[in-house]
Structures are given as structure tokens and as C-alpha cells.
């Protein structure tokens, strides 16, 4: 009987080989933590304001620290502000909390009181638009997601979020207008009884005149017809008896 192990081909060694990097490489990809972003991208106008979600994703089991790193062109987008959500304590240190324009950093670190164990938001970042183009806005992997023992599962690419600034829509000027206003003639704008009415208005003016000698020795000066009418009672007497009296001498001779 031959006792003599045998001996392996090369084929056989090259996928035992390919099966233990593989084994190898499979754990650390399953315990890939990240910081991610929501929504994947934003369209905007300059000056207006829009919000980043920042979550933290353990996928490495579970995780009680987080600390999320931004990184954005501050020439493109100013940061607002930064509002944690609920649950989370907030670590105000130097060197866990950042709000940087002139750098273009984001820093905010909390703490989740028993842990977590799926993706998570930690906060709200706003930021204003400031020019238009397109920008990113991305975790960085200095980014920390820190286990029971604290230690940092952050691995592979984190999450960015694409931007795109278009400029502010000018009002549309209202178009000018084209009609012209109707050209009325002379005779068209002047009535046809005016210079008749004018004729009138002269005439009577002239006999108004011609009166008012007659009107002023009848009304004695005074403009009152009651003394008009008296005057010319007395003068037709007057004249009445006058010629009564001339009838009656020339009827005796």
C-alpha cells in the first residue's frame, strides 16, 4: 500500500489561495461603517437655503459615538448651522466640534445613550448657496463611529451629496406697448352748436348793453323791477294825461 501523501496540483493550491484572501477580505467589508448624507444630490438658486441629513450607518454591530466630518467649498456654499437630532449628546470639545467657513469643516461628535445598531441620523446641516455651478458636499474619512471597546469601524468611501446652484430668474419685463392713441380733428373735438352758441351768447351780450341805460332810468338806479313797473305807470299817466289835456284846448278853439 502506498502511504505517500500526494501531492497537490497547482490548480487546486491557486483556489485555496484565492479562498482564504477571499475569507479574509469578507469580514472586513461586513464591518465597513460609514457616514452617509441624504439626499444624494440638491438643486438650488444663489441666496437660497437648503438641509444635509448626516446619519451614521454601524454596520460594524453596534456603535455609541459618532463623530461626522464634512468637508465643503466654502467659496460655493456657506454652512448655517447644525441641529442635532433627538437622543443624541452632544460632545462640545475642541476637536469634535467645528463649524469652519473660512476652511470649509464641519465637525459634530454625539453620543447615543445604549447604542445603535442601524443607520441613524445624527443631525441636520443647512447651508446656503452662494454662486452658481456645482459642488460637493462629502463625509471624510476621518470620520469616527466608535464601538464598546472605541474603536473606529469608519472604512471605505463615505457619503457626498452633489449640489448644483443655478443663478436667480429675472423677472420677465413687461413688453411695451405699440398702440397709438386715436387723433381726434378740430372739428370732431369741438361740438358744431358752438359757434352758434357763441353767436348767441354776443348777441345777447349787445342787447344786454343796448338796455341797460333804459333799465337803470326805469328801475331809477335801484335794478328793482317793482320800481321799473312804477316808473313806467307814472311816465304812460304823464304822457296820457298830457295828450288828454292838449285835445281838450284844441277842442275849444
Do not use: C, H
Not at 352758441?197 to 342787447?207: F, H, R, S
Amino acid at each position: 500500500m502506498n502511504t505517500q501523501p500526494k501531492k497537490i496540483s497547482n490548480g487546486v493550491k491557486k483556489i485555496l489561495l484565492a479562498s482564504a484572501l477571499l475569507a479574509a477580505l469578507v469580514p472586513v467589508a461586513a464591518f465597513a461603517s460609514s457616514i452617509t448624507l441624504a439626499p444624494a444630490s440638491v438643486a438650488t438658486t444663489e441666496g437660497k437655503s437648503f438641509s444635509v441629513a448626516v446619519a451614521v450607518d454601524p454596520a460594524s454591530g453596534k456603535a455609541y459615538t459618532a463623530r461626522a466630518n464634512l468637508s465643503f467649498d466654502p467659496s460655493a456654499v456657506t454652512l448655517v448651522g447644525f441641529s442635532f437630532a433627538p437622543k443624541w449628546m452632544q460632545l462640545p470639545q475642541e476637536g469634535y466640534d467645528l463649524e469652519d467657513n473660512a476652511g470649509g469643516k464641519l465637525a459634530k461628535t454625539g453620543g447615543y445613550p445604549g447604542g445603535i445598531t442601524t443607520a441613524t441620523v445624527l443631525g441636520t446641516a443647512t447651508f446656503r448657496a452662494k454662486t452658481t455651478g456645482v459642488t460637493t458636499i462629502s463625509a471624510t474619512g476621518d470620520s469616527l463611529i466608535l464601538d464598546a471597546s472605541n474603536q473606529n469601524a469608519v472604512s471605505g468611501a463615505q457619503g457626498s451629496v452633489r449640489v448644483s446652484i443655478a443663478a436667480v430668474p429675472v423677472a420677465p419685463q413687461p413688453a411695451a406697448s405699440t398702440e397709438t392713441a386715436p387723433i381726434v380733428s378740430t372739428a370732431e373735438a369741438v361740438p358744431a352748436t358752438t359757434t352758434l352758441d357763441l353767436a348767441e351768447a354776443v348777441t345777447e351780450a349787445g342787447t344786454a348793453v343796448a338796455l341797460s341805460p333804459l333799465d337803470s332810468f326805469l328801475t331809477l338806479g335801484t335794478g328793482s323791477a317793482a320800481v321799473a313797473s312804477l316808473v313806467t305807470l307814472i311816465v304812460l299817466l304823464v304822457v296820457g294825461a298830457g295828450i288828454w289835456l292838449w285835445r281838450r284846448e284844441r277842442a275849444r278853439y
